[in-house]
């Protein structure tokens, strides 16, 4: 069984720094693609960044390019989003999702991941 788990997530103050850490474990035999999202009361999860299994390709969502950053730890099932210059509306529960696939097709989406953490509470306060 495969479990995720995000861990990082806290208190920070707008313009501040915060990085988050994301294992999936369980799993033998590669790494694969892993993604970020995030979610507001009352709104869809909406993607925040991908990472391929071997860290050559990264996508980000517009509104977090030139501030978040995606890494792996080498060729391991682990990721890290490095946020800088966090804004009010970055506060959010962020979830770490993997797929079972080294690359994904559909990054932005949902959909293409299998496997999703509990999520990790941001709230970045003015």
């Known amino acids: 069984q495969v479990q995720v788990a995000e861990s990082g997530g806290g208190l920070v103050q707008t313009g501040g720094s915060l990085r988050l850490s994301c294992v999936a474990s369980?799993?033998?035999?590669?790494?694969?693609?892993m993604g970020w999202f995030r979610q507001t009361p009352g709104k869809a999860r909406e993607f925040v960044a991908h990472i391929s299994w071997s860290g050559d390709k990264t996508y980000y969502a517009d509104f977090v390019k030139g501030r978040f950053t995606i890494s792996r730890e080498g060729a391991k099932n682990t990721v890290y989003l490095q946020m800088n210059s966090l804004k009010t509306g970055g506060t959010a529960v962020y979830y770490c999702?993997?797929?079972?696939?080294?690359?994904?097709?559909?990054?932005?989406?949902?959909?293409?991941?299998?496997?999703w953490g509990q999520g990790t509470q941001v709230t970045v306060s003015s």
């Open positions: 369980g799993r033998t035999g590669g790494t694969f693609a």
């Open positions: 999702a993997s797929s079972v696939w080294g690359h994904v097709a559909n990054w932005h989406d949902e959909k293409g991941y299998d496997y």
